[in-house]
């Protein structure tokens, strides 16, 4: 049966806007897997006319995504980055964005390359100090695009510093909480006017779907977005919608485990002679630790370091080496991967902008899935060992 309203997090995971199907009893929400639905004379239905509009497995997803952040409104679409795409629909040509510059590539690309061109600016700056965001909010800024922690310099940003910021200057506030997942971080909680995910990664959890959801407290936004989502149609099929659902009923698990795996093999990664620098919000002398203690439930399950012997060449020999952390993009899955931001995900950014940030030649991103503690350790203390032989 549904969650009540004070459950804790795990129950919301599991029971958050659910109940057994009023057909059959179901436990488990169906897939509805139809485009239609029979009306017994015209305009007369049980709700559902058409199934981009309305699907009973999609409204399930939705209502359970609504509970788990602690919204009221969760809105569904086929990626994170067609999320996005229907956030920004809500602004008009002569807007402004303002963005944190250190964003998930697809978003920048999206700001950048398409809503450019309809006359929505955005601007890309360093959001660590709240006072210089204040200070970069020009009249036409209508939205505060954050993103944390970021990717792949695990940099910290203080959303409730920054929403009232927005607040107090009626511009809407959105973050970006892939990276977090609503077990560790809720950003309704802390001011925010929309959340976004990519539900391809920590909510559906297992790398076999690809998804985006919006959650809001705010009707108004609410209505807007299920207008766009109709409108525009970028919606998630049933099939999808009940795999993340079921990805959803382990978040709690899944990520507590993946930060105590994090936890070991950051440990093991300081120890390690071979290894230059490790950016991990959970260590005591992050920049920006405190915030990250008072905003997130732990630490997370992204770790990224880089090498003493900065070259691409070394680090390759790494991610060759590895058995169990599989060379790929994306992350929030049960399984282990490992990947470089400088010839993968960033690669279209220019080196020298790369470099001033701290994303070296030799710079290292994990997704630390839920195997083993001790054998992902051994295994990148192997691939490490390997690297190092062939470097000498
Ligand atoms: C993957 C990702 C996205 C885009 O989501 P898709 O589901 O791939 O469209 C947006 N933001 C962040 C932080 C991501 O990691």
């Not at 017994?40 to 239905?45: L, Y």
């Not at 602690?70 to 795409?85: E, P, Q, R, V, W």
């Not at 006359?119 to 909010?137: A, E, N």
Request: glycine residues 8%; aromatic residues 6%.
């Amino acid at each position: 049966m549904s969650a009540k309203k004070d459950a804790a997090f795990a129950t919301k995971c599991i029971h958050g806007g659910l109940n057994p199907d009023p057909l059959t009893g179901a436990v488990m929400t169906p897939i509805y897997q139809t485009s239609t639905y029979a009306q017994s004379a015209p305009g007369e239905h049980k709700g559902y006319e058409y199934a981009r509009t309305q699907n009973p497995t999609r409204d399930a997803l939705q209502a359970n995504l609504a509970s788990i952040e602690n919204g009221k409104f969760g809105i569904c679409f086929s990626s994170g980055l067609a999320a996005m795409d229907n956030v920004l629909k809500l602004l008009s040509p002569g807007d402004e964005v303002l963005a944190s510059d250190d964003l998930y590539g697809g978003s920048y690309r999206l700001l950048t390359a398409v809503f450019g061109r309809f006359g929505i600016q955005s601007r890309f700056i360093d959001m660590r100090d709240p006072g210089h965001v204040l200070s970069q909010l020009s009249p036409a800024t209508k939205m505060l695009w954050i993103e944390t922690p970021t990717n792949p310099m695990l940099n910290i940003v203080d959303i409730q510093a920054l929403t009232d910021i927005a607040r107090s200057r009626d511009i809407l506030s959105v973050v970006d909480n892939t990276f977090a997942s609503p077990y560790l971080q809720q950003p309704l909680e802390l001011g925010a006017d929309l959340v976004l995910h990519s539900a391809t990664k920590y909510l559906g959890g297992h790398s076999d779907v690809v998804m985006g959801a919006v959650i809001t407290r705010d009707e108004l936004l609410a209505k807007r977005l299920y207008f766009l989502q109709n409108a525009a149609g970028a919606v998630p099929g049933p099939q999808d919608c009940f795999l993340v659902l079921r990805g959803i009923k382990t978040l709690h698990l899944r990520v507590q485990r993946a930060c105590e795996n994090a936890r070991h093999l950051v440990k093991v990664l300081q120890d390690n002679p071979l290894v230059a620098n490790v950016y991990y919000p959970g260590l005591p002398d992050h920049p920006r630790h405190a915030v990250a203690a008072r905003q997130m439930r732990d630490f997370g399950a992204m770790v990224s370091f880089d090498l003493k012997e900065d070259t691409l060449e070394a680090a390759t020999q790494v991610m060759k080496n590895t058995h169990y952390f599989t060379l790929a993009e994306s992350l929030g899955g049960v399984e282990s991967l490992i990947g470089h931001p400088a010839t993968m995900t960033h690669a279209s950014i220019p080196r020298e902008q790369r470099l001033s940030v701290g994303l070296t030649d030799s710079l290292i991103r994990l997704s630390v899935g839920i195997e083993d503690a001790a054998d992902l350790v051994k295994d990148l203390e192997n691939a490490l060992a390997a690297a190092v032989s062939v470097a000498g």
